[in-house]
């Protein structure tokens, strides 16, 4: 079992940046993948950036060269850097990571980043 907790999310103003941090508890040497999603109400969930074990790095092309993602294995812990916010940025962040023996995926509870116009 793997828990997630995120921290980081608030109001920032447009333009702005933030920095959204998961850490990550329990049985963490299984987990691979490693990812934030995010999602606005009424809309579904949608990929934000992932990266792998092999530090493989994907990222929605709404965020490219404005977010980047990155990973402390030693800390089990997974990091959004958010630069150049746009309103459209705003929803609730949440962390993913996946288990590489069994695939099970765990999320957590998520985040709220608000952009202010």
């Known amino acids: 079992q793997v828990q997630l907790v995120e921290f980081g999310g608030g109001l920032v103003k447009t333009g702005g940046s933030l920095t959204l941090s998961c850490v990550a508890s329990?049985?963490?040497?299984?987990?691979?993948?490693m990812a934030w999603y995010r999602q606005v109400p009424g809309k579904e969930r949608e990929m934000v950036a992932i990266?792998?074990?092999?530090?493989?790095?994907y990222y929605a092309d709404s965020v490219k060269d404005r977010f980047t993602i990155s990973r402390d294995n030693a800390a089990n812990m997974v990091s959004l850097q958010m630069n150049n916010l746009k309103p459209e940025d705003a929803a609730v962040y949440s962390c993913?990571?996946?288990?590489?023996?069994?695939?099970?995926?765990?999320w957590g509870k998520g985040t709220l980043v608000t952009v202010s116009s």
């Open positions: 993913y990571a996946r288990n590489v023996q069994n695939n099970i995926s765990y």
């Open positions: 990266i792998t074990e092999n530090r493989g790095l």
């Open positions: 329990g049985n963490t040497a299984c987990i691979s993948v």
